[in-house]
C-alpha cells in the first residue's frame, strides 16, 4: 500500500477516530475504493471496517521459531556427538535436558529476528525509505482516509469531495 | 464519544490531555536545548564513565591481579555487579511484554524509558563476564565458532554458557522490541522537524506512515514479541541463578533460586525504574503521564516481589536446618552470624524490611519515601549478590583455605564506572528519544484520560440515580 511516485492522491483528514471508523463505515457502504487509512496511533476495530485481513506474521514467527529450535538442538547434537564427543561431568554425549536452556533461547532469538525482519520487509519499511507522509498532523492527532484519483473522472473526483464534506472532513489533494 | 471506562479507575492522564498535547508534551524534551541540570549531570555521568574505562584498562593492562580476589574467593565485586547489572534489566522487559499481556494499560506511561533502562543496563552487566576472565583477547572462544585450534568446541552443558545465549538474546529481543516501538515517535518527531533533524529521524524512522496495514502488523507483532520475551525474560534470570545453583558449593545449589532470582529481578528493576521515573517526570515536565498512580502500581510490585524475596530468603533458612547437612547448615548460619553478617543485616533490612511500609496506601503514594525507598532495595539488591557469591565462597569446606575479601580502588572504580555508563546512555536518551511512547499513550487517552473518566463518571451516577429513583418510585406504588 505504500504510496507510488506520479500519483494524485485526495485525502481527508479527521479530528477523531470514532468520525474516521463511521466514514470508513460509510465508505465501504458507498463502495468508495480507499487507497489508505492513515492514523497517529493504532485505531482498534479499524480493521474489520476496512476489510483487512488478519495478519501472518505470528505463522512467520512459528516457523522461524521451528528453524531456531532445530539449528540449535541439531547443531549441539552434532557437535557432541559426530564431531568432537566429550564426556563432561559423567554426562552422556548426547545429554538431551543439559541442551534445553541453548534451544529455548536460540528459539526466541531466531522468532524475533525472523519477525522483525519480516516486519520491516513486508512493510517496505527501511533507513532508505523516505514515504513522505500526506500530511505533518498524521502522525500528530489527525486521522486521514486517502483515495488514489490520477485515473479519476471529474464526476468520480466529486463523488469523493462530497463524501469527504458530508462525513466533517478537511479536504486535501497530494499530487 | 468516549469508549466504556470504569468509573472508579483512576485516570492514567491528567491535565485533559488532547492528541497534539500529548505530542507537544513529550516531544518538547528532544527538541529544546537541554538546561544546565542535565549539563552538569550529564557531566557528571561521562566523568564517571572515564574513570570506569580508566579503570578496565588497568585491569587489562596489569591482570586480574589488580583486583582482591583469591583461591578462595574467586567472584567478588565483578559477578556481583554482573548479577545486580541483569537483576535491573528486568524490570523494562517485565513491563513492557508481561503487562501487555496482561492488558494493564498504565504500562503505556513507563515502559519507554524501562526498556531503554533495561538496554543500558544489560550492557552493562554484559562488560563484566568480558573483564572478569582477565584475558580480553581470548573471550573469542566464549562462542561456539569454528576457529584454528582444530574442532574445539564451547562446552554446551555449562550453565556459564546457557547465561552467554541467555543474556545477548536477552540483550537483541529487547533492542528489537524497543526499537520497534521508537519507529513511530521517531516519525511524529521527524513530521515536527526540519532541516539535519528532520534527516536524522527520517533515517531513524525508517520511512513510517502510519497505515493502518502497517498498525495491524505493528500490534500484531507487538503482541507476540511480548509472548516471546516472557519467557524469555523469566529465563535470563532463571540461567543466571543455574550458574550457581547447579553446582555443588553448599549455599548455592539450591532449587528455590530460579524463582527467588527471578522475583528479586523484578524487585530490583522496578526500583530502578522509580528511581529514574521520579527524576525524569520531575525534570522533563512528565508529571500528567507519570501520575502518582503509576507510581503506586510499581509500588505494589515491589510490595508483593520484596516479600517473595523475603519468603525465600527465610525458605532458604528453614530447609538448611531442615535437610539436617551439615555444610548447607554452616553455609546459612555463616551467611547469618559469620565475617560479613553486616551484608546480610543490610540485606535484609533493604529487601524485606523497608519495603512493608508499602502496605500503607499513603506511603505508596509519597515520591520522597517512593523515592528513598527505591534506593534502599537497590542497594539491598545489591548486597543480595554479594552475600550469595562472596560469603558462601569465604568459607568454604576446608578451614585453612577460608579467607576474607575487600575489593581494590580498581574493582569500586569499575563499578563506579559502570553507573556512569549507564546514566550517560540514558541521560542521551532523554534528549533523542520521546521518554514516554507517544503513540501508546495516544491510544489509552479515552480509556485513561481524566476528562474522559470524568464524563464517565457524571455519566454513571446519573444512571444510578435514574435507578434510584425508578425503584423508590416502584416502591412507592406498590
Request: aromatic share 16%.
Amino acid at each position: 500500500m505504500a504510496i507510488m511516485e506520479n500519483k494524485q492522491i485526495l485525502f481527508g483528514l479527521y479530528d477523531d477516530e470514532q468520525v474516521l471508523m463511521d466514514a470508513v463505515k460509510e465508505a465501504r457502504s458507498e463502495h468508495l475504493d480507499i487507497l489508505d487509512v492513515y492514523t497517529p496511533f493504532p485505531v482498534h476495530g479499524l480493521d474489520p471496517i476496512l476489510g483487512l485481513a488478519e495478519s501472518r506474521l505470528h505463522i512467520v514467527g512459528f516457523l522461524f521459531g521451528c528453524v531456531g529450535a532445530l539449528t540449535a538442538f541439531l547443531g549441539m547434537t552434532w557437535i557432541f556427538t559426530d564431531e568432537w564427543p566429550m564426556i563432561i561431568g559423567g554426562k552422556p554425549y548426547w545429554a538431551v535436558p543439559a541442551f534445553i536452556p541453548i534451544t529455548f533461547e536460540i528459539t526466541v532469538l531466531f522468532a524475533s529476528i525472523g519477525m522483525v525482519v519480516v516486519f520491516y520487509a513486508v512493510n517496505g519499511l527501511s533507513p532508505r525509505t523516505h514515504t513522505e507522509v500526506l500530511h505533518p498532523r498524521i502522525t500528530d492527532d489527525k486521522f486521514a482516509i486517502a483515495f488514489d484519483t490520477s485515473h479519476a473522472t471529474e464526476d468520480e473526483f466529486n463523488q469523493l469531495k462530497s463524501f469527504f464534506e458530508r462525513s466533517g472532513a478537511e479536504v486535501h489533494i497530494k499530487e | 464519544m468516549s469508549a466504556i471506562v470504569s468509573p472508579v479507575r483512576e485516570p492514567l492522564i491528567t491535565g485533559s490531555k488532547t492528541y497534539h498535547q500529548i505530542t507537544e508534551d513529550i516531544c518538547a524534551p528532544t527538541e529544546k536545548t537541554p538546561n544546565l541540570s542535565w549539563v552538569i549531570a550529564f557531566g557528571a555521568a561521562v566523568t564517571l564513565m572515564a574513570f570506569g574505562v580508566f579503570c578496565i584498562l588497568w585491569t587489562i593492562w596489569f591482570g586480574i591481579g589488580t583486583w582482591n580476589l583469591n583461591r578462595t574467593i574467586g567472584w567478588g565485586w565483578d559477578i556481583t555487579n554482573f548479577v545486580w547489572w541483569i537483576g535491573i534489566g528486568h524490570a523494562g522487559t517485565l513491563i513492557s511484554a508481561i503487562l501487555l499481556i496482561f492488558r494493564q494499560k498504565w504500562r503505556t506511561g513507563v515502559n519507554r524509558a524501562a526498556e531503554a533502562m533495561t538496554i543500558f543496563a544489560v550492557l552493562c552487566a554484559a562488560l563484566f563476564p568480558g573483564i572478569h576472565v582477565g584475558r580480553i583477547w581470548l573471550v573469542f572462544y566464549f562462542f561456539p565458532v569454528p576457529n584454528t585450534r582444530g574442532p574445539l568446541w564451547v562446552n554446551f552443558n555449562s550453565p556459564l554458557l546457557w547465561d552467554l545465549f541467555a543474556i545477548s538474546t536477552y540483550f537483541t529481543v529487547s533492542l528489537l522490541f524497543w526499537y520497534m516501538g521508537l519507529i513511530p515517535d521517531f516519525a511524529t518527531i521527524r513530521d515536527r522537524a526540519s532541516g539535519l533533524r528532520k534527516k536524522v529521524y527520517s533515517l531513524l524512522s525508517f520511512g513510517w506512515v502510519g497505515s493502518a496495514k502497517h498498525w495491524q502488523r505493528f500490534e500484531s507483532m507487538a503482541l507476540i514479541l511480548a509472548g516471546l520475551a516472557t519467557p524469555l525474560v523469566l529465563s535470563v534470570h532463571t540461567i543466571v541463578s543455574f550458574d550457581f545453583a547447579t553446582s555443588v558449593i553448599p549455599g548455592w545449589h539450591t532449587t528455590i533460586f530460579p524463582p527467588y532470582f527471578v522475583a528479586g529481578a523484578i524487585f530490583s528493576g522496578f526500583a530502578m525504574v522509580l528511581t529514574l521515573m521520579i527524576i525524569t517526570r520531575k525534570v522533563l515536565g512528565l508529571e500528567d503521564y507519570i501520575t502518582i498512580s503509576h507510581i503506586e502500581s510499581m509500588n505494589k510490585v515491589i510490595l508483593v516481589t520484596g516479600s517473595m524475596v523475603g519468603v525465600a530468603y527465610i525458605t532458604e533458612l528453614f530447609i538448611a536446618w531442615y535437610s539436617g547437612y551439615v555444610y548447607e547448615q554452616f553455609a546459612f548460619l555463616n551467611r547469618a552470624f559469620g565475617v560479613y553478617w553486616w551484608a546480610y543485616f543490610a540485606m535484609m533490612a533493604c529487601n524485606v524490611l523497608s519495603p512493608q511500609i508499602f502496605w500503607i496506601k499513603k506511603m505508596r503514594r509519597n515520591i520522597f519515601v517512593t523515592f528513598l525507598m527505591s534506593i534502599f532495595v537497590n542497594i539491598g539488591m545489591w548486597f543480595e549478590r554479594f552475600v550469595i557469591i562472596a560469603t558462601t565462597l569465604a568459607r568454604d569446606y576446608l578451614p585453612s583455605s577460608w579467607s576474607y575479601y575487600t575489593p581494590t580502588w580498581v574493582e569500586i572504580g569499575i563499578f563506579i564506572g559502570t553507573i556512569g555508563i549507564f546514566f550517560t546512555l540514558y541521560l542521551i536518551f532523554t534528549r533523542v528519544a520521546p521518554v514516554v511512547a507517544i503513540a501508546e499513550v495516544k491510544s489509552v487517552l479515552k480509556y485513561g484520560g481524566d476528562q474522559y473518566i470524568d464524563v464517565n463518571r457524571k455519566h454513571y451516577e446519573e444512571v444510578i440515580e435514574h435507578e434510584v429513583k425508578k425503584q423508590s418510585k416502584q416502591a412507592v406504588e406498590a
